[in-house]
């Protein structure tokens, strides 16, 4: 733990190296106003002290989930705005939205787990009985008919072509098979992570998608926090549960308020 120097303050190098970062990034969160405003000594030198390093740390702990998007994103930001105000007690209260924003998004990435897992069990209650082209199936998905042909196009599914005019013909076996691409899709899993999780249930292997959905293959050269979706998930949730204990303890230091 960064300890104040013989002056009683830390410099801009020590907040840096507690947490991990350039001292150039700790002067960007300052002048971004993401910081609690830094007395200067009489030569102009920055003079942080122990609270500008907690919210530091719970700057790190908010950028850590932005990569999420929607409603964490937004809720951990502000939750770093309005602790950066001064208001402790309203950042808590944001600090708890962003843990229920974080839970949210897990519920439904669950769902679309076991969605796919009742799937490949065979209980999809698809009943559709006659063949449907691709508008009829994109009105019946709730979805749009691009939408469809990324999915093909990216090679989630292979649709069979009336062999006379070559059209696109769903069966309620396409029509199954859709509706999980679009719920894992709409629950926040990457193209790349369900890509991979289909190719092997293709090949026959039904056990474990969890497990194909969450882990990146090694030759995947690009990374996405979407195709390790259920650890991107967990992480933001312990990022949550740090946020929440880490402004308890700074309101703990701060003291009363003067309104109390």
Known sequence: M??????????TSDLAREVGIHPNTVRLYEQWGLLQPV????????????????????????????????????????MVRVSAAGDLVGALELAFQFKAAVQAEQAQAEAAVLHLERWV??????????????????????TTIDSLRSWERNGLIVVPRNPNNGYRE??????????VIRMLIR????????LRM???????????????????????????????????????????????ALLGEMIQKAGPSPLT
């Open 121 to 142: 069990a065979g209980a999809s209650n698809e009943n559709t009985t006659q063949l449907l082209r691709i508008g009829d199936s994109a009105r019946l998905l709730n």
């Open 198 to 244: 289909l190719t092997r249930l293709d090949s026959g292997n039904t056990e474990n998608l969890r497990h194909a959905l969450d882990t990146p293959d090694p030759d995947e050269d690009i990374q996405y926090a979407t195709n390790r979706w259920l650890s991107t998930l967990t992480e933001a949730a312990v990022a949550a549960n740090s946020s929440v």
């Open 39 to 78: 007395p200067r000594s009489p030569s102009g030198y920055r003079r942080f002290t122990e609270a500008h390093l907690d919210q530091l740390r719970l700057i790190r702990l908010a950028f850590s989930c932005t990569v999420i998007g929607g409603n964490v994103r937004t809720t951990a930001l502000e």
């Open 187 to 194: 629950s926040g899993y990457g193209t790349m992570a369900i």
């Open 170 to 179: 769903y069966s309620a076996e396409e029509v199954g098979r859709l509706r």
């Open 2 to 11: 960064a300890v104040p120097n013989k002056r009683g303050y830390l410099l």
